[in-house]
């Protein structure tokens, strides 16, 4: 039983992973905690569900469709709030993500109405493998391989490509990085775009295992957030573990704990964190000298 | 036409002038100072030359080119490079890392470009290698060979102004900010330094404006000098001149 809880609390742990993998790199790169994110998500599927239900076309036309909007919707949001902020600080820019969050719900609502809608999946939910006793559905299979693949994709970008490089610069020493001739702004509408393809991908892994409407993504991604936490909010590997650890946790507490107590989990692990290990399990804390 | 000419310029902090109608010119292939007590203004001029700041008031033209509203990566881009009084490195990257993030500007950072990267003949695999031996011979000339695969975090103070140093040299600038480069550095370490921004100036024909408190480094390499305290010009010339000038002396060691 416990192999059975680990390996659906990892299914779920994976779009916990996503969700926290695109927040932290908003968050190195600027120190916004980005509370868009999964409403960004959100809507990127509705645009998948609008191509594949609605217009009938296939499956990767509605895939790439809604990963090109993604990218658009990043750059944009970016560049047409965060940038336009005058004398941000902190703060004033959280609230920005947040006011962007409760437009795209509030045209969402507008758009497509609240009901709840189905998105089909080439990956069925219901036909599983069986593997030693331990039973998986493909669509779980296919949301472990897409987060295992988008970290495999980001390993690349960040570690073997240029504009990766100058990406970890910003995140590092923005000014220094400016002065270096490296368009500190551009970079960071690069880590929107990247960040919120990798919320779509979530969003459109999660829409089939509950349903599709505008409130879809509000519980992952507080989970998301959580895990970031756990993680460190500055390490991409500790996001990614804190995202796992979170959903395994999460569904061996709902077992053997208490069931309706199973969301709380992930509030109890962020205090618990900021308690005891406020740096989170790999993240740094950086120190600046004054 | 003058390399690098500020005119007027004046920057406020709250009720402080930290700049007040300064003016001044550097030719090409100058090695220029500039010198004044603490909190006389002169980071705050390098900082308004990299477009950190913006001076209210007067313009700093680069060329003949003014770039006094230009962003910061916009000067850059032009050709000039800068290092810091306190380190600005990418502390968790190794050297080389940080040496190539200097040759950023003449990269073209194509994704489907790097993805053809695992081919050696391919154009982004010829143009890595190029770049690759431009930061070799940056790390030659500043004996940085036995630095490379380390993460500057971990490197000796002295080394980590090198590594800077380093930096701004593979952006192949014409023109080079150092903000008192010789801070912190052990006599011999100084004594390298000096020899190499001489090597700067001759061999790579680069023109420096330094800012540093050794005054016999200053006298030493310097082809004129600016003194400036309280953000105004106090005396400019050669450097015997500038030594001997009575307010100099005042500025420094105050008035009898």
Same mark, same amino acid.
């Given at each position: 039983?416990?192999?059975?809880? /680990? ?21 190195? #790169? ?53 940038? $336009? ?11 920005? !993500? ?17 009901? %709840? ?12 493998? +069986? ?13 472990? @391989?897409?987060? =295992? ?10 570690? $073997?490509?240029? @504009? ?15 002065? +270096?001739?490296?368009?500190?702004? $551009? ?29 879809? &993504?509000?519980?992952?991604? &507080? ?17 990614? /573990? ?41 993240? *740094? ?6 | ?6 005119? *007027? ?8 002038? #930290? @700049? ?19 909190? #006389?203004?002169?980071? !705050?001029?390098?900082?308004?030359? +990299? ?7 007067? !313009?700093?033209?680069?060329?003949g080119e003014e770039i006094t509203n230009l962003s910061s990566n916009g000067v850059a881009s ?6 810091? %009084? ?13 040496? &190539?993030?200097?040759? *950023? ?18 154009? #982004? ?13 940056? =790390? ?59 090597? /700067? ?11 540093? *408190? ?10 004129? =000098? ?19 000038? %009575? ?7 105050? %008035?009898?």
């Open positions: 039983m416990t192999g059975q809880l /680990i390996i659906s609390g990892l299914t779920i742990g994976s779009i916990y992973a996503m969700l926290a993998l695109a927040m932290s790199i908003i968050y190195k #790169a600027s120190e916004i905690p980005n509370f868009a994110q999964g409403d960004m998500g959100m809507i990127s599927t509705y645009i998948a569900y609008m191509i594949l239900v609605v217009h009938g076309w296939p499956f990767w036309m509605a895939f790439a469709g809604a990963m090109i909007f993604a990218v658009i919707l990043g750059f944009l949001f970016e560049f047409l709030f965060i940038r $336009r902020a005058k004398e941000p600080n902190i703060l004033n820019l959280i609230i920005v !993500t947040l006011g962007f969050q409760l437009f795209l719900y509030g045209m969402t609502g507008w758009r497509w109405g609240s009901d %709840q809608r189905r998105l089909g999946m080439p990956f069925s939910e219901t036909d599983t493998i +069986n593997v030693g006793g331990v039973v998986i559905s493909h669509l779980g299979v296919a949301t472990i @391989l897409t987060s =295992i693949i988008i970290m495999v994709m980001l390993w690349f970008f960040l570690s $073997r490509t240029k @504009l990766g490089l100058a990406m970890k610069a910003v995140q590092q020493n923005p000014m220094a990085a400016e002065i +270096n001739g490296i368009p500190k702004d $551009r970079i960071l509408g690069i880590s929107f775009a990247i960040s919120s393809v990798i919320g779509a991908m979530a969003g459109m892994m999660i829409a089939p295992i509950t349903t599709l409407d505008p409130n879809m &993504m509000w519980d992952p991604l &507080m989970k998301g957030f959580a895990a970031a936490v756990l993680g460190g909010m500055t390490s991409l590997p500790g996001a990614i /573990i804190g995202g796992y650890l979170l959903g395994i946790i999460e569904n061996l507490f709902g077992f053997y704990v208490s069931l309706e107590f199973k969301s709380v989990v992930a509030f109890l692990i962020i205090v618990l964190v900021l308690v005891f290990k406020p740096a989170g399990i790999l993240g *740094h804390h950086y120190v600046r000298k004054v | 036409m003058p390399m690098l000419k500020v005119s *007027h310029i004046t920057k406020t902090f709250g009720g402080l002038k #930290a @700049l007040d109608d300064l003016s001044f010119s550097v030719e090409k292939g100058e090695i220029y100072s500039v010198i004044g007590p603490n909190g #006389a203004g002169k980071s !705050t001029l390098f900082n308004c030359i +990299n477009s950190i700041y913006t001076p209210e008031n007067g !313009t700093i033209s680069y060329k032009l050709g000039i490079a800068r290092t810091f %009084q306190n380190i600005e490195l990418f502390s968790r990257l190794t050297t080389m890392e940080n040496l &190539m993030l200097g040759r *950023h500007l003449h990269m073209k950072t194509g994704l489907l470009a790097s993805a053809s990267m695992w081919w050696r003949g391919s154009k #982004a695999a010829q143009e890595e290698i190029k770049h690759r031996e431009k930061v070799e011979e940056i =790390i030659d000339i500043l004996d940085l060979q036995a630095y490379r695969d380390k993460f500057v975090s971990q490197l000796p103070y002295g080394i980590q102004k090198m590594v800077e140093l380093g930096r701004a040299l593979c952006m192949e600038p014409d023109l080079l900010l150092l903000d008192e480069p010789a801070a912190g550095l052990n006599n011999e370490e100084r004594e390298d330094l000096i020899f190499w921004i001489r090597d /700067i100036r001759d061999e790579f024909g680069i023109t420096v404006v330094m800012i540093e *408190h050794n005054m016999q480094m200053v006298v030493d390499i310097s082809d004129r =000098i600016l003194v400036i305290n309280f953000g105004k010009k106090l005396a400019e010339g050669l450097p015997e001149e500038v030594i001997n000038h %009575q307010e100099v002396i005042n500025a420094y060691l105050g %008035q009898p």
